[in-house]
C-alpha cells in the first residue's frame, strides 16, 4: 500500500508560479513511477505529468510543457510539480498518482495509488 500526501496548492493570478509537492510512504519511493494529473469541474481527470523511477525520465502533457517541470528527490520521497506561467485555464484539483511500473505512464489506468488531491485556482 502506498500512502500519497499533496501540499503547496492555493490561488494564484494569471502569469504566477506555485509548487506541488507529494510525499510518499509504503514502498520504496525510488522504484516508483510518479505521475501528476488533475480534473477542473465537470472535466475528466487528465494526465499532466510524469517521471520514471529507472532513469528520471520525465514526459509531459502538450497543455503544459514548457511551463511545468516535475522533478523528485528520492531521498525525501516526495515528487515535486513546479507550475510557471500560470493560466486561468489551469485551474483544477491537481492529484499526485503513483506505480510500481516502470516507465512513462500517462492513463489513469496506469496507476495504482492516487492522493486525495489539492486545489490550485488560477484567477484572470
Known amino acids: 500500500q502506498v500512502q500519497l500526501v499533496e501540499s503547496g496548492g492555493g490561488l494564484v493570478q494569471a502569469g504566477g508560479s506555485l509548487r506541488l509537492s507529494c510525499a510518499a510512504s509504503g514502498r520504496p519511493f525510488s522504484r516508483t513511477t510518479m505521475g501528476w494529473f488533475r480534473q477542473a469541474p465537470g472535466k475528466d481527470r487528465e494526465f499532466v505529468a510524469t517521471?520514471?523511477?529507472?532513469?528520471?525520465?520525465?514526459y509531459y502533457a502538450d497543455s503544459v510543457k514548457g511551463r511545468f517541470t516535475i522533478s523528485r528527490d528520492n531521498a525525501k520521497n516526495t515528487v515535486y510539480l513546479q507550475m510557471n506561467s500560470l493560466k486561468p485555464e489551469d485551474t483544477a484539483v491537481y492529484y499526485c498518482a503513483a506505480d510500481a511500473t516502470r516507465g512513462i505512464l500517462t492513463a489513469t489506468s496506469e496507476y495504482d495509488y492516487w492522493g486525495q488531491g489539492t486545489q490550485v485556482t488560477v484567477s484572470s
Open positions: 517521471i520514471t523511477w529507472s532513469n528520471g525520465g520525465t
